[in-house]
Nanobody, 115 residues
Framework: QVQLVGSGGGLVQPGGSLRLSCAAS????????LGWYRQAPGKQRELVAR???????NYADSVKGRFTISRDIAKNTVYLQMNSLKPEDTAVYYC?????????WGQGTQVTVSS
């Protein structure tokens, strides 16, 4: 089992920045990727960014050039640096971890972009 604890959400003005963090614990050796999803009211949960064991990353088209996913292997922590935030980035952001057999979710953190 893997436990994920996310943090770092909040209220920010358009054009601002936030950094989300997610610490993984438990059977982290089994994981092959870490990522962030988000879910806005009335919408489906969508992938924002993912980082794989070899360091490769992928991003949703809507966040390319604005968001950066990174990780600290020693701390078993994944980060999402969000710059140039837009109102349409408002959502609950969920940390996600995957092994070959399972997917794990953090508790979600609210990001609100509003003036």
């Amino acid at each position: 089992q893997v436990q994920l604890v996310g943090s770092g959400g909040g209220l920010v003005q358009p054009g601002g920045s936030l950094r989300l963090s997610c610490a993984a614990s438990g059977d982290t050796f089994s994981l092959n990727s870490l990522g962030w999803y988000r879910q806005a009211p009335g919408k489906q949960r969508e992938l924002v960014a993912r980082i794989f064991g070899g360091g490769n990353t992928n991003y949703a088209d809507s966040v390319k050039g604005r968001f950066t996913i990174s990780r600290d292997i020693a701390k078993n922590t994944v980060y999402l640096q969000m710059n140039s935030l837009k109102p349409e980035d408002t959502a609950v952001y969920y940390c996600n971890a995957r092994s070959w057999e399972n997917a794990y979710w953090g508790q979600g953190t609210q990001v609100t972009v509003s003036s």
